[in-house]
């Protein structure tokens, strides 16, 4: 069995401005990941997704799960991008809003403080 190379999974992160995210970014370079890259909001991940030529192997998401708004831009983004594997990241645990973006698609859900590249690996990973 081939296992992927976990240091050339490729990342993208669509978060607002979050210093915990800019901590995460690095140390996930620093540990030889690839960020293909950021956005503060999901229409703008949305135009950078479009010009990729691959999509990146995980898609984190740092926003306002509870905001209506981002729920019907999650849908959005997950229709024009089915197979996209989608982690949440956040301070809220909310079974509501959970059971929410499991049912859009999300494969993980990490609070923040969780570690973030042993989820990464083991979405890629199986």
């Not at 740092?62 to 990241?89: C, E, M, N, V």
Request: net charge neutral; aromatic share 6%.
């Amino acid at each position: 069995m081939e296992t992927k190379n976990i240091n050339r999974i490729t990342t993208a992160f669509i978060n607002d401005r979050s210093p915990i995210i800019d901590i995460l970014c690095d140390n996930l370079i620093t540990s030889g990941r690839q960020i293909v890259f950021r956005s503060e909001n999901i229409m703008d991940g949305l135009s950078q997704i479009s010009v990729l030529k691959t999509l990146p192997d995980i898609c984190i998401i740092d926003l306002d799960f509870s905001d209506k708004g981002i729920i019907k831009q999650l849908r959005k983004l997950k229709s024009q991008y089915p197979t996209l594997k989608l982690i949440a990241h956040s301070d809220m645990d909310d079974e509501k809003i959970l059971k929410q973006l499991f049912g859009l698609g999300f494969s993980k859900y990490v609070l923040i403080g969780e570690d973030i590249k042993k989820a990464i690996d083991g979405m890629v990973t199986g």
